[in-house]
């Protein structure tokens, strides 16, 4: 901290995840293995879909930036994370923290975004298919891809534009692993009521909008198949279904964080964890698990690179 006409906060101090070394011991081991594993297998999916013509449908196309922003989400909290583990002093600089909030709602809403696109695809494909090569070709997959990393954006600097108007002069200490909105707002010395507000109506009441409307859509999806073939309707069950396992695993804990007043409650850093490094890591491999022709085109990829 430093002195002028007033003490102004240029770092603050993370309690992170627990006080037990033991347990700091175990989500360490258990966060690295994970990371370890399922990292390179985003890779290995954007990768597989990249290098395979016969991955050029717009669902796939998705599908990888899926895994990129995933994989770029999970490089936000999870390397310091680890690092801090074994720091006695967990600090991290103002800028850094800004920094940090930044991208974690930058890419975040980036990804709620794209969710409520592949909806969007797997509704035309389902719903329309005389018609959605028409509507899905790759003007408009990219017109979609730069409308999310905008309104990504957008979402985020609002963000940060409103925190970087509060004062901070101590304390300095957030009770939790990472930088985010409600920890970092409750340090700002001033009423901050009016501030929270805009937050959750922000991040809340977006989250909570795009959650009904992705469950309304794959609810009118499964209605619309029950005429189809057993084949058709297997198919397209199956892809709604992965995707309302994504939607409840990315929305689910966004909903706990964003959408109440920002107090504190004894669950907030265990839903934060899977929010922050589990689920992001997770997403794409579902996906990917339980499709036939990225399952197959992975395989087909991963041999011919072991014979050579």
């Known amino acids: 901290m430093e002195t002028q006409n007033s003490t102004v906060v240029t770092e603050f101090i993370l309690f992170g995840l627990t006080q037990s070394h033991d347990t700091q011991l175990l989500v360490f081991v258990l966060v690295l293995i994970f990371y370890l594993i399922i990292l390179p297998g985003n890779f290995l999916i954007i990768f597989t879909i990249r290098s395979d013509p016969g991955l050029n449908a717009p669902l796939y196309f998705f599908l990888g930036n899926l895994a990129f922003l995933d994989a770029s989400y999970s490089f936000i909290v999870a390397p310091r994370m680890l690092v801090d583990f074994f720091s006695e002093k967990k600090v991290i600089s103002y800028r850094c ?5 930044f991208f974690l709602h930058f890419l975040g809403a980036g990804e709620m975004f794209l969710l409520v696109v592949m909806a ?5 494909a389902i719903c329309r298919p005389l018609h959605y090569s028409t509507i899905m070709n790759s003007r ?3 017109a979609f891809l730069l409308a999310l990393w905008v309104g990504g954006f957008a979402h985020s600097i609002v963000q940060v534009a409103l925190i970087l108007h509060l004062p901070f002069c101590g304390p300095n200490q957030l009770d939790n ?3 985010d909105v409600p920890q970092v707002i409750k340090l ?7 501030v929270e507000l805009l937050m959750v109506s922000n991040s809340g009441l977006l989250t909570v909008l795009c959650f009904l409307g992705l469950l309304s859509s794959y609810a009118i999806i499964l209605c619309r198949v029950q005429g189809q073939s057993s084949e058709g309707k297997k198919k397209a069950v199956s892809t709604c279904t992965t995707h309302i396992i994504i939607v409840f695993l990315m929305f689910g804990p966004a909903i706990f964080i964003y959408t109440r007043p920002f107090r504190a409650f004894p669950a907030d850093k265990v839903v934060a964890l899977f929010h922050t490094v589990i ?8 996906y990917t698990l339980r499709n036939q022709e990225v399952k197959a085109s992975m ?10």
């Open 97 to 101: 923290c800004i920094t940090q909030l």
């Open 120 to 124: 969007f695809d797997r509704y035309t």
């Open 140 to 142: 408009v997959c990219y």
């Open 177 to 179: 692993f990472f930088c």
């Open 188 to 194: 700002a010395c001033t009423d901050t009521f009016v």
């Open 279 to 286: 689920f992001p890591l997770m997403n794409p491999v579902i």
């Open 299 to 308: 395989r087909k990829l991963l041999n011919q690179y072991v014979v050579c």
